[in-house]
């Protein structure tokens, strides 16, 4: 069994008006093909850092990475773009949706980028909300739906090219408890069907789900249960 996603020894520092900031200083982990972590850890701890470079949006200064057995340092920009765009599927707490575009073609724009043609589009978006719920609300803008429908939509658009592994950073943090619930409970029906998940979060609860949770502190993992 290949791993989704090695990452060993990684760290990222930024610079910031000159000043390093490191935000990661060796994280090793690796993400099996139908593994659920949960990552926690007080804030500015480098969760989002470290979902960056695990969904290849961002690369590693020190360390080494590999997503889909592809070490992210040979990778060119378009090559990177690519290999996220087959193997990678990102939710983030604030939905980004296209504020003035259906919820169909909101899902459907990750298939511009691999040529789909319109009408293949539209199907395969389609399904995909029927899959999340949301086949009722296909010609809804994201400004007509509730929150937990926008995360539902952004999880379909994150999931229409059929990625081998979602990461979610803090999918359920804009939601209440019970919208959150069915998020989680989407989230877990993608893990039966062999797809990783690796989420960020800061309930307690949410995390006791996953099989297994990566504590994060000062850019380190500082405990794994
Ligand atoms: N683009 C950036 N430039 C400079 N520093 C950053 C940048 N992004 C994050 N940081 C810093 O890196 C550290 C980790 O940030 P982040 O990964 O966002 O933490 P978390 O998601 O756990 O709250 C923080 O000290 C933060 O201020
Ligand atoms: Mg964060």
Same mark, same amino acid.
């Given at each position: @069994?290949?791993?989704?996603?090695?990452?060993?020894?990684?760290?990222?520092?930024?610079?910031?008006?000159?000043? +390093?900031?490191?935000?990661?200083?060796?994280?090793?982990?690796?993400?099996?093909?139908?593994?659920?972590?949960?990552?926690?850890?007080? +804030?500015?701890?480098?969760?989002?850092?470290?979902?960056?470079?695990?969904? /290849?949006?961002?690369?590693?200064?020190?360390?080494?990475?590999?997503?889909?057995?592809?070490?992210?340092?040979?990778?060119?920009?378009?090559?990177?773009?690519?290999?996220?765009?087959?193997?990678?599927?990102?939710?983030?707490?604030?939905?980004?949706?296209?504020?003035?575009?259906?919820?169909?073609?909101?899902?459907?724009?990750?298939?511009?980028?691999?040529?789909? /043609?319109?009408?293949?589009?539209?199907?395969?978006?389609?399904? @995909?909300?029927?899959?999340?719920?949301?086949?009722?609300?296909?010609?809804?803008?994201?400004?007509? @739906?509730?929150?937990?429908?926008?995360?539902?939509?952004? $999880?379909?658009?994150?999931?229409?090219?059929?990625? +081998?592994?979602?990461?979610?950073?803090?999918?359920?943090?804009?939601?209440?408890?019970?919208?959150?619930?069915?998020?989680?409970?989407?989230?877990? +029906?993608?893990?039966?069907?062999?797809?990783?998940?690796?989420?960020?979060?800061?309930?307690?609860?949410?995390?006791?789900?996953?099989?297994?949770? $990566?504590? @994060?502190?000062? /850019?380190?993992?500082?405990?794994?249960?």
């Amino acid at each position: @069994m290949t791993a989704a996603i090695v990452a060993d020894d990684v760290s990222r520092t930024y610079q910031l008006d000159g000043v +390093s900031v490191p935000a990661l200083r060796g994280v090793s982990l690796t993400v099996d093909p139908g593994d659920y972590v949960a990552i926690v850890g007080t +804030s500015g701890s480098g969760k989002s850092t470290l979902m960056h470079l695990l969904g /290849g949006l961002d690369r590693p200064t020190g360390g080494t990475l590999l997503i889909g057995g592809r070490d992210v340092s040979t990778l060119s920009p378009d090559e990177m773009a690519a290999l996220r765009n087959t193997t990678i599927g990102f939710v983030f707490q604030s939905f980004h949706l296209l504020a003035r575009t259906t919820a169909q073609d909101n899902v459907g724009l990750p298939l511009v980028y691999r040529g789909v /043609g319109r009408r293949e589009r539209r199907e395969r978006a389609a399904t @995909m909300l029927e899959r999340v719920g949301l086949a009722h609300r296909i010609t809804h803008r994201p400004n007509q @739906m509730s929150g937990g429908e926008q995360q539902r939509v952004a $999880i379909a658009r994150a999931l229409v090219t059929g990625p +081998s592994v979602l990461l979610a950073d803090e999918p359920t943090g804009n939601l209440d408890s019970a919208t959150g619930q069915s998020v989680l409970a989407l989230l877990e +029906s993608l893990v039966d069907d062999g797809v990783a998940v690796v989420l960020v979060t800061h309930d307690r609860d949410v995390a006791a789900r996953a099989r297994r949770q $990566i504590v @994060m502190k000062d /850019g380190l993992i500082s405990e794994t249960r």
